[in-house]
């Protein structure tokens, strides 16, 4: 049996399930209790065992990242109810509205791009010939790419150019050659930033694997080349690369921490409190612990960022980012969060998530 600590129902597993993955290839911290309710006999894997592991018995990482694959599904869920109150279904009419916030927030190339795949997906809908009459008024005015998937291995994406928009079908994966991608939703006019992925992150994966309409958006964040693997090159790099399975795996697992991470960062009630939670949580992501020797970072994100990041409404964003402002350790600088301390950080983060558990 198997339990968190965010009021979930146990799960029970029996033969042929795994426990324990997701700390073992993160390298985080456990985030689940496992209880033996019966006596249990399980074979234990390290992680540097795993790559032998998928190439003497493919079955069981396939297993693995299509469960991993549907817990990000369900904590995806969570994680939008938790942060907004509100929960996005994969229906069509969410490409709209993901269309026309953007028209209406100005940034035209994503919003050209997202109006198009209404249209292809909804010809018929009540807001088609609104898109149409849109699509056609920015399509000139912008440098939207690949607005229909091609058979290139690589593609090119202009910063602000959208690469998939959420609740839309698709069946490639990407790989970051150069540049960053934003992963974000927008729920109730508001825009969410989930993640800000850089070179040699993987995205994408959920609806190569389950074969079910994207759950979040990606947008360049910055000029990017990506890598694109669709399923066909997915099921031969199962079959002949164990260790970029392994990756991916290693990857999954990573974000399903970051969104048990994230819970904890919803239930926080103080907005200039989630900025620092969620800033801490971007060091506890690149393995920064309070042993660290390295007291100065410099993250490549903004006060407003991170008020996307905890789903700040945009009306609280002006006094979230002043306070976080007045904060002695972290000073805002050129797009950047230049952090003085980051044992600090973390400290002060993990003080306000205990605090608010009383």
């Not at 592991?53 to 990000?72: D, E, G, V």
């Not at 200039?272 to 612990?289: F, N, P, R, Y």
Request: aromatic letters at 8%; proline letters at 4%.
């Amino acid at each position: 049996m198997k339990s968190n600590g965010n009021n979930d129902a146990p799960i029970t597993y029996g033969p042929g399930d795994f426990v324990g993955v997701v700390p073992c290839m993160s390298g985080h911290l456990q985030i689940e209790s496992a209880i033996a309710t019966t006596d249990v006999v399980a074979i234990s894997v390290r992680k540097e065992q795993y790559p032998d592991l998928i190439a003497q018995n493919t079955p069981i990482a396939l297993k693995i990242i299509k469960s991993f694959a549907n817990r990000m599904r369900t904590m995806n869920q969570m994680l939008t109810k938790a942060t907004l109150n509100s929960v996005v279904t994969d229906d069509r009419n969410q490409i709209f509205k993901v269309a026309h916030f953007y028209e209406k927030t100005s940034r035209y190339d994503i919003a050209a791009y997202a109006y198009y795949q209404y249209l292809k997906t909804r010809p018929e809908g009540e807001s088609a010939e609104f898109a149409k009459k849109h699509f056609v008024s920015l399509k000139p005015r912008t440098h939207a790419v690949y607005y229909e998937p091609t058979d290139e291995q690589t593609r090119e994406y202009p910063k602000e150019t959208m690469i998939f928009t959420e609740a839309q079908s698709g069946s490639d994966m990407f790989i970051i050659q150069r540049g960053e991608v934003a992963i974000s939703k927008v729920v109730n006019g508001e825009e969410v930033t989930l993640a800000v992925l850089k070179k040699g992150d993987m995205f994408g994966e959920m609806a190569l694997i389950e074969n079910k309409p994207r759950s979040a958006s990606a947008i360049a964040h910055s000029d990017c080349v990506l890598m694109v693997i669709n399923r066909s090159n997915f099921n031969q790099m199962v079959a002949t690369q164990p260790q970029l399975i392994a990756k991916l795996t290693t990857t999954l697992a990573e974000r399903l921490w970051s969104m048990y991470r994230q819970l904890d960062n919803a239930a926080l009630t103080e907005p200039v409190e989630k900025l620092v939670d969620i800033l801490s949580l971007q060091a506890e992501k690149q393995k920064i612990t309070l042993n660290t020797s390295n007291h100065n970072m410099v993250f490549d994100l903004t006060p407003k960022d991170l008020a996307n990041m905890c789903g700040l409404p945009s009306h609280l964003h002006p006094k979230a980012i002043h306070d976080f402002g007045q904060l002695s350790n972290y000073r805002p600088e050129n797009g950047k969060i230049i952090v003085k301390d980051v044992q600090e950080l973390i400290k002060q983060a993990a003080f306000y998530r205990k605090n608010n558990a009383k």
